[in-house]
Protein backbone atom coordinates (compact mmCIF):
# COMPACT_ATOMS: atom_id res chain seq x y z
CA UNK A 1 0.00 0.00 0.00
CA UNK A 2 1.61 3.41 -0.87
CA UNK A 3 1.74 5.63 2.28
CA UNK A 4 -0.65 8.56 3.48
CA UNK A 5 -3.93 7.01 0.55
CA UNK A 6 -7.30 7.90 1.86
CA UNK A 7 -9.65 4.96 0.86
CA UNK A 8 -13.18 5.34 0.50
CA UNK A 9 -15.45 2.41 0.05
CA UNK A 10 -19.39 2.75 0.10
CA UNK A 11 -22.35 0.22 -0.19
CA UNK A 12 -22.89 -3.56 0.69
CA UNK A 13 -19.59 -4.75 1.32
CA UNK A 14 -17.36 -1.86 2.44
CA UNK A 15 -16.81 -3.42 5.86
CA UNK A 16 -15.29 -6.98 4.86
CA UNK A 17 -13.19 -4.73 1.93
CA UNK A 18 -11.76 -2.92 5.18
CA UNK A 19 -11.13 -6.11 7.06
CA UNK A 20 -8.99 -7.17 3.87
CA UNK A 21 -7.19 -3.96 4.21
CA UNK A 22 -6.10 -4.39 7.69
CA UNK A 23 -4.92 -7.80 7.17
CA UNK A 24 -3.06 -7.28 4.06
CA UNK A 25 -1.32 -4.17 6.32
CA UNK A 26 -0.97 -6.18 9.46
CA UNK A 27 1.08 -8.69 6.97
CA UNK A 28 3.17 -6.11 5.95
CA UNK A 29 4.10 -4.96 9.56
CA UNK A 30 1.66 -1.88 9.85
CA UNK A 31 0.02 -1.33 12.75
CA UNK A 32 -4.25 -0.97 12.49
CA UNK A 33 -6.37 0.60 14.40
CA UNK A 34 -10.21 -0.45 13.40
CA UNK A 35 -12.95 2.34 15.10
CA UNK A 36 -16.48 1.13 14.26
CA UNK A 37 -19.77 3.41 14.52
CA UNK A 38 -22.56 1.58 16.34
CA UNK A 39 -24.44 1.82 13.48
CA UNK A 40 -22.27 0.44 11.51
CA UNK A 41 -23.54 -3.18 9.86
CA UNK A 42 -22.40 -5.56 12.49
CA UNK A 43 -18.62 -7.39 11.27
CA UNK A 44 -18.50 -10.11 9.36
CA UNK A 45 -17.12 -13.47 10.64
CA UNK A 46 -14.64 -14.25 13.59
CA UNK A 47 -12.01 -11.60 14.56
CA UNK A 48 -10.44 -13.49 17.09
CA UNK A 49 -7.48 -13.36 14.39
CA UNK A 50 -7.37 -9.84 14.78
CA UNK A 51 -8.10 -9.55 18.31
CA UNK A 52 -5.05 -12.01 18.95
CA UNK A 53 -2.89 -9.49 16.91
CA UNK A 54 -0.86 -6.87 19.00
CA UNK A 55 -0.81 -4.49 15.77
CA UNK A 56 -4.05 -4.31 15.75
CA UNK A 57 -6.47 -2.24 17.58
CA UNK A 58 -10.31 -2.19 17.40
CA UNK A 59 -12.09 0.63 18.90
CA UNK A 60 -16.03 0.71 18.70
CA UNK A 61 -16.67 4.46 19.45
CA UNK A 62 -20.63 4.39 21.14
CA UNK A 63 -20.34 7.89 22.00
CA UNK A 64 -22.95 9.95 19.71
CA UNK A 65 -21.70 13.25 20.93
CA UNK A 66 -20.32 14.73 18.52
CA UNK A 67 -17.65 17.25 20.32
CA UNK A 68 -16.77 13.83 21.82
CA UNK A 69 -16.27 12.20 18.36
CA UNK A 70 -14.49 14.85 16.77
CA UNK A 71 -11.92 15.06 19.65
CA UNK A 72 -11.51 11.61 19.76
CA UNK A 73 -10.91 11.21 16.01
CA UNK A 74 -8.66 14.17 15.59
CA UNK A 75 -6.40 12.56 17.81
CA UNK A 76 -6.51 9.32 16.70
CA UNK A 77 -5.82 10.93 13.04
CA UNK A 78 -2.70 12.95 14.01
CA UNK A 79 -0.57 11.07 16.65
CA UNK A 80 2.10 8.61 15.43
CA UNK A 81 0.65 5.51 17.08
CA UNK A 82 -0.31 3.60 13.86
CA UNK A 83 0.18 3.35 10.23
CA UNK A 84 -3.44 2.92 9.15
CA UNK A 85 -6.73 3.73 10.57
CA UNK A 86 -10.12 2.34 9.30
CA UNK A 87 -13.57 4.51 10.04
CA UNK A 88 -16.06 1.85 9.87
CA UNK A 89 -19.51 3.35 9.00
CA UNK A 90 -17.80 6.99 9.29
CA UNK A 91 -19.51 8.12 6.20
CA UNK A 92 -23.06 7.39 7.53
CA UNK A 93 -22.98 9.78 10.30
CA UNK A 94 -22.02 12.11 7.90
CA UNK A 95 -25.14 15.19 7.11
CA UNK A 96 -28.09 15.80 6.76
CA UNK A 97 -29.19 13.34 8.91
CA UNK A 98 -26.25 12.58 10.59
CA UNK A 99 -24.58 13.51 14.01
CA UNK A 100 -21.38 15.18 12.50
CA UNK A 101 -21.01 18.02 9.49
CA UNK A 102 -19.56 17.36 5.92
CA UNK A 103 -17.07 20.15 6.64
CA UNK A 104 -16.23 18.25 10.46
CA UNK A 105 -14.96 14.97 8.37
CA UNK A 106 -13.24 17.11 5.41
CA UNK A 107 -11.38 19.39 7.97
CA UNK A 108 -10.62 15.99 9.92
CA UNK A 109 -9.38 14.37 6.58
CA UNK A 110 -6.92 17.07 5.31
CA UNK A 111 -5.50 17.11 9.38
CA UNK A 112 -4.27 13.98 9.30
CA UNK A 113 -0.86 12.55 9.71
CA UNK A 114 0.97 12.37 6.30
CA UNK A 115 1.94 9.15 6.39
CA UNK A 116 -1.25 7.43 8.01
CA UNK A 117 -3.33 5.04 5.67
CA UNK A 118 -7.30 6.05 5.71
CA UNK A 119 -10.23 3.97 5.19
CA UNK A 120 -13.54 4.89 5.53
CA UNK A 121 -16.55 3.03 4.99
CA UNK A 122 -20.59 3.69 4.48
CA UNK A 123 -23.71 2.94 2.68
CA UNK A 124 -23.05 5.85 0.86
CA UNK A 125 -20.85 8.82 0.47
CA UNK A 126 -21.12 12.57 -0.08
CA UNK A 127 -19.76 13.91 -3.27
CA UNK A 128 -17.68 16.28 -1.52
CA UNK A 129 -15.65 13.93 0.67
CA UNK A 130 -15.21 11.56 -2.48
CA UNK A 131 -13.05 14.48 -3.65
CA UNK A 132 -10.70 14.37 -1.30
CA UNK A 133 -10.17 10.94 -1.87
CA UNK A 134 -7.37 9.08 -3.49
CA UNK A 135 -9.61 5.83 -3.66
CA UNK A 136 -13.53 5.47 -4.27
CA UNK A 137 -15.28 2.26 -4.60
CA UNK A 138 -19.20 1.90 -4.72
CA UNK A 139 -20.04 -0.94 -4.20
CA UNK A 140 -23.43 -2.99 -5.18
CA UNK A 141 -24.76 -6.33 -5.04
CA UNK A 142 -25.32 -7.56 -9.20
CA UNK A 143 -28.77 -9.89 -9.36
Known amino acids: ?11 KGSTLIALGLSTRALGAGFKVRFIRF ?24 EN ?9 LSRELTLGK ?9 TDIVAPEGILDEIDLIRLIR ?21 IADVVS ?6
Do not use: C, W
Open 82 to 90: TDMIVLDGI
Open 138 to 143: HLFEME
Open 38 to 61: PHAPSLPGDLSSFMNNEDFHYLLL
Open 111 to 131: NKRGDLELVMTGESVLPSIEE
Open 64 to 72: QEKAIILDR
Open 1 to 11: MQSGMIHIYAG
